[in-house]
């Protein structure tokens, strides 16, 4: 087995702006996996503060402990991932979907083509730019369409009611704070909407403040307002929590916190047999992780996904772009992306490398969890 993994440095064709700032590149870690037998498979770990703890130089950190650990005899991937699921997330992810898909795992092979609807991203700040910007997307297909908030309670209310003007109500409209509230500036603009075309508000308050959030979920249901969680969601254990205290509508999963294609399908199942509706998507991922995201997508999510992260940066890495076509994905059937592995190495500000020989003197139960 052998490892190759790229720390990269992405710059966006236009800031990305959240309510903790705006992001202006992607730090991304690639992983590939290749098996004895020359099967490759590559993921992705994309690092930002406020979607995960994970800083960028203690990730890369691990990578290079386990590149060099790699040709020791006594090493065991699979236990060393394990360990690392609760605290590198991200990272886990990155080596356990390249794994899979070295081992041509189903749910990357589609039987049948597939369209992907994903979301457009509402950014300008006055009305006649919001129109303009709300015709745009609306002509490239997109029919559900995103505000971020999270920054002033009562500017952003005025905005988002700019956005449903500018709309006019031809698609469904998200808005997301991104934790950029406390609670009560959260039901202070809650209590300023109009429910007209808004599908969701996403994520009020801080992730881990499930009391805060709790003061916002009755003014947002009088008001007609579904929520959603997102930062809140890191495991099966957060959606239970989510269905038992009844504290939203919807729940949005990302592959990188769920460590596994598997894991992630299983995920969305628990969230539909909770009662609550699924919604996938990483808007700050590559084409790399919004393909993957895309053909769990297709099988198991019926709204818009969130995985248009492919879309900011300057640079792709698919040597095979992933098409984007009236609003939607485009997935042929058994689509297979290549890796454009000169990209990796023109774009890597690192790089790692690890080989693990073959030992013969050690069972095939032992290497299992490899």
Same mark, same amino acid.
């Given at each position: 087995?052998?490892?190759?993994?790229?720390?990269?440095?992405?710059?966006?064709?236009?800031?990305?702006?959240?309510?903790?700032?705006?992001?202006?590149?992607?730090?991304?870690?690639?992983?590939?996996?290749?098996?004895? /037998?020359?099967? =490759?498979?590559?993921?992705?770990?994309?690092?930002?503060?406020?979607?995960?703890?994970?800083?960028?130089?203690?990730?890369?950190?691990?990578?290079?402990?386990?590149?060099?650990?790699?040709?020791?005899?006594?090493?065991?991937?699979?236990?060393?991932?394990?360990?690392?699921?609760?605290?590198?997330?991200?990272?886990?992810?990155?080596?356990?979907?390249?794994?899979?898909?070295?081992?041509?795992?189903?749910?990357?092979?589609?039987?049948?083509?597939?369209?992907?609807?994903?979301?457009?991203?509402?950014?300008?700040?006055?009305?006649?730019?919001?129109?303009?910007?709300?015709?745009?997307?609306?002509?490239?297909?997109?029919?559900?369409?995103?505000?971020?908030?999270?920054?002033?309670?009562?500017? /952003?209310?005025?905005?988002?009611?700019?956005?449903?003007?500018?709309?006019?109500?031809?698609?469904?409209?998200?808005?997301?704070?991104?934790?950029?509230?406390?609670?009560?500036?959260?039901?202070?603009?809650?209590?300023?909407?109009?429910?007209?075309?808004?599908?969701?508000?996403?994520?009020?308050?801080?992730?881990?403040?499930?009391?805060?959030?709790?003061?916002?979920?009755?003014?947002?249901?009088?008001?007609?307002?579904?929520?959603?969680? /997102?930062?809140?969601?890191?495991?099966?254990?957060?959606?239970?929590?989510?269905?038992?205290?009844?504290?939203?509508?919807?729940?949005?999963?990302?592959?990188?916190?769920?460590?596994?294609?598997?894991?992630?399908?299983?995920?969305?199942?628990?969230?539909?047999?909770?009662?609550?509706?699924?919604?996938?998507?990483?808007?700050?991922?590559?084409?790399?992780?919004?393909?993957? =995201?895309?053909?769990?997508?297709?099988?198991?999510?019926?709204?818009?996904? =969130?995985?248009?992260?492919?879309?900011?940066?300057?640079?792709?890495?698919?040597?095979?772009?992933?098409?984007?076509?009236?609003?939607?994905? =485009?997935?042929?059937?058994?689509?297979?992306?290549?890796?454009?592995?000169?990209?990796?190495?023109?774009?890597?500000?690192?790089?790692?490398?690890?080989?693990?020989?073959?030992?013969?003197?050690?069972?095939?139960?032992?290497?299992?969890?490899?």
């Amino acid at each position: 087995m052998r490892l190759d993994a790229w720390l990269l440095h992405l710059p966006l064709a236009t800031p990305y702006k959240l309510a903790f700032g705006p992001v202006e590149a992607l730090d991304t870690v690639v992983v590939r996996m290749v098996r004895d /037998d020359g099967r =490759e498979g590559y993921g992705e770990a994309t690092l930002l503060t406020g979607y995960t703890d994970e800083t960028v130089g203690e990730t890369w950190a691990k990578v290079g402990e386990i590149a060099g650990a790699l040709g020791s005899a006594s090493f065991n991937l699979g236990a060393t991932l394990d360990g690392l699921d609760a605290s590198h997330p991200f990272l886990t992810t990155a080596f356990r979907t390249a794994l899979e898909m070295a081992d041509g795992s189903f749910l990357l092979s589609l039987e049948a083509p597939a369209r992907v609807p994903i979301l457009g991203l509402l950014q300008a700040e006055s009305e006649e730019r919001l129109r303009a910007e709300a015709d745009a997307l609306l002509a490239q297909g997109y029919r559900t369409l995103k505000v971020k908030v999270g920054f002033d309670a009562v500017r /952003d209310a005025a905005m988002v009611g700019m956005a449903q003007r500018a709309v006019g109500g031809r698609a469904r409209i998200r808005i997301d704070a991104n934790q950029g509230y406390a609670a009560r500036e959260a039901i202070e603009f809650v209590s300023r909407l109009s429910n007209e075309s808004i599908e969701l508000f996403e994520q009020p308050c801080a992730a881990g403040d499930w009391d805060a959030h709790a003061r916002v979920v009755p003014i947002a249901r009088d008001r007609g307002i579904a929520l959603m969680l /997102d930062e809140s969601i890191y495991s099966e254990r957060e959606i239970e929590m989510a269905s038992e205290r009844r504290a939203a509508d919807f729940i949005k999963v990302k592959l990188m916190k769920f460590r596994s294609l598997a894991r992630l399908a299983a995920a969305i199942a628990l969230i539909r047999n909770r009662g609550q509706t699924p919604v996938l998507g990483n808007g700050v991922a590559t084409d790399l992780g919004c393909w993957m =995201e895309a053909c769990i997508a297709a099988r198991h999510i019926d709204n818009a996904g =969130e995985m248009n992260g492919f879309l900011k940066p300057r640079e792709r890495l698919l040597a095979d772009p992933l098409v984007f076509r009236d609003g939607c994905i =485009e997935l042929p059937a058994g689509w297979r992306p290549r890796i454009d592995v000169s990209t990796l190495e023109r774009l890597a500000i690192a790089r790692e490398t690890g080989v693990r020989p073959q030992f013969p003197q050690f069972s095939a139960s032992h290497e299992a969890g490899v």
